[in-house]
């Protein structure tokens, strides 16, 4: 079957240099985002569409896209403030971009396959590619799925991190996500947020690493109108891929099924990190 690789890449600045997302690791010096996509060919994927802005649209096809052409279908979506329902305006003052569920949304009519949707900035594993692919290819229409990490593959050394906790049923159904910050090992296989709730290593947490299939756009749609109802005048809200994803399991619109991995994630949360994903690059890589 065919199928897709999305990258929200929109918080991808016009100076590359500089940005975390472009930084190179292991061996062969590639970024992130380079494993990201190696990875997605390697399991069998045939495009790859990276979420964007307008005005980084040059510079990002020169420095980013380029280097994938001929490796695989390379597309491009667009992300703005201004890309909105009818009936709404962009809220003066507003420069906060609308979030991760706009930006899948963004890929409505460009994105015609089942896909995977990833961050830019984050190392996932080459093996999640493999499993997350094999259930696009066996998915039934109104069921997702997200790649279930964990926790205690995900901390890091240099401080708390923001995870999504993943609470499942009897069959591996997701029940919902919530957000916990602070998180941190505390001793003897266990890790702690910022409120001092304690969570095993072995808890599921989402990474935002999602399977769907294109009914998601239609998801997408009427929850970014509903966020706009109630939200459109704070100009700091975001209408969050996870959230979306959420609310729509609880309105009994979509099932997702969590499907846990032994990947170890690697990413960038602390500039101290840097090393740590050095070391393990080049050692597994």
């Known amino acids: 079957m065919k199928k897709a690789l999305v990258v929200m890449a929109a918080g991808m600045g016009s100076r590359f240099g500089g940005l975390k997302q472009l930084k190179k690791f292991g061996k062969d010096q590639k970024t992130l985002l380079d494993f990201a996509v190696e990875d997605a060919i390697s399991a ?22 380029k280097k994938y052409e001929g490796k695989i279908e390379v597309l491009h979506a667009f992300q703005s403030l201004e ?43 080459r093996g ?6 094999r259930f696009l290819d066996e998915k039934k229409s109104n069921t997702f799925a997200l790649a279930g990490y964990r926790l205690g593959n995900t901390l890091s050394e240099n401080g708390g991190v923001s995870r999504g906790i993943c609470r499942v049923d ?10 916990h910050s602070g998180l941190s090992d505390c001793g003897g ?22 399977a769907f299939g294109t009914s998601i ?12 109802r109630e939200n459109s005048a704070n100009l700091k809200s975001e209408f969050y891929l996870p959230f ?25 949360t602390y500039r101290e990190d840097i090393e740590a994903v050095e070391k393990f690059l080049i050692e597994n890589r």
Not at 101 to 120: E, M, R, Y
Not at 128 to 133: D, L, N, P, R, T
Not at 244 to 268: H, L, M, T, Y
């Open 189 to 210: 296989g266990f890790v702690k947020d910022e409120f001092g709730e304690r969570f095993s290593f072995d808890t599921l947490v989402s990474m935002n690493f999602w």
């Open 128 to 133: 999640v590619y493999e499993i997350m692919g």
């Open 217 to 228: 756009f239609d998801i997408l749609e009427s929850g970014f109108e509903e966020f706009l």
């Open 83 to 125: 890309n909105l329902p009818s009936g709404y305006v962009v809220p003066e003052g507003r420069t906060k971009p609308w979030g991760t569920g706009q930006a899948v949304l963004s890929c409505k009519g460009i994105v015609k396959t089942p896909f995977l949707a990833i961050n830019s900035d984050d190392y996932y594993g």
């Open 44 to 65: 069998g994927f045939s495009e790859v569409c990276f979420v964007i802005r307008k005005d980084i649209e040059d510079a990002f096809k020169s420095e980013v896209s």
């Open 244 to 268: 979306a994803v959420d609310n729509a399991v609880k309105c009994g619109k979509v099932k997702v099924r969590v499907i846990p991995n032994s990947e170890k994630w690697q990413g960038v």
């Open 170 to 179: 009897e069959s591996g159904f997701l029940v919902d996500v919530e957000e």
